[in-house]
């Protein structure tokens, strides 16, 4: 069971922690790509539609509280984090990720939702069978590049809707009074003359 919520409100998404908030106190929440445990170090790298953030968790001058609970986290949890953005050191910089130069220095973790081990990883450049990938959709659908075309569909759609807008088309739908149930049943019953 996850832990509640009560208290934090994301401050920003992962990717938008960037070198000009050094210093700050961020909220940051996502799932876990991977968690990596040095020992008395554990990076979590934390995942939302915008991208990775790394997330520092130091045995020395964390909590025993917060270490031990980092300790538990799996990859595909979700996560809520409180912590203190800061740069990473010359030998840490990551060139591949935008978020690269830093990391949040956590001082509060919530496990808001326990995942399961996924039947793969969630994540680009993988192979795997279709029927899979279909089969868990949920999943599939919260890699980068399948996260990218929902992004410019939703792009595509919001432009066509506005041009027609403002050529004074009107959108309409269609409400059903029936439910299908009930148009089945009375195309399954002889007219009467």
Same mark, same amino acid.
Request: proline share 3%.
């Given at each position: ?32 790509? =991977? &968690? @990596? ?17 790394? #997330? ?17 986290? &799996? ?12 740069? @990473? ?20 973790? @919530? ?10 990883? #969630? ?13 868990? &959709?949920?999943?599939?659908? =919260? ?27 009107? =959108? ?5 009074? =029936?439910?299908? &149930? ?12």
């Amino acid at each position: 069971m996850g832990e509640a919520l009560t208290g934090l409100k994301r401050s920003c998404m992962c990717c938008d922690v960037n070198e000009s908030m050094i210093g700050q106190e961020v909220t940051v929440m996502g799932w876990v790509q =991977r &968690r @990596r445990d040095l020992g008395q170090l554990i990076f979590i790298a934390l995942r939302d539609k915008t991208g990775l953030v790394q #997330i520092a968790i130091d045995g020395k001058t964390a909590e025993k509280d917060l270490f031990a609970k980092a300790e538990t986290v &799996r990859s595909e949890y979700v996560l809520a984090v409180k912590g203190l953005v800061a740069a @990473r050191e010359e030998g840490n910089i990551n060139p591949n990720m935008k978020t690269g130069k830093i990391e949040i220095i956590a001082k509060e973790l @919530r496990i808001l939702s326990e995942s399961e081990t996924t039947p793969f990883q #969630i994540e680009d450049n993988i192979t795997v069978k279709d029927d899979l990938r279909l089969k868990y &959709r949920y999943l599939d659908l =919260r890699r980068p590049s399948q996260l990218k075309n929902l992004v410019l569909r939703h792009k595509v759609v919001q432009v066509m809707r506005n041009f027609l807008d403002k050529e004074g088309f009107l =959108r309409l739908s269609r409400t059903f009074s =029936r439910t299908p &149930r009930q148009f089945l049943w009375s195309a399954s019953v002889p007219a009467a003359v």
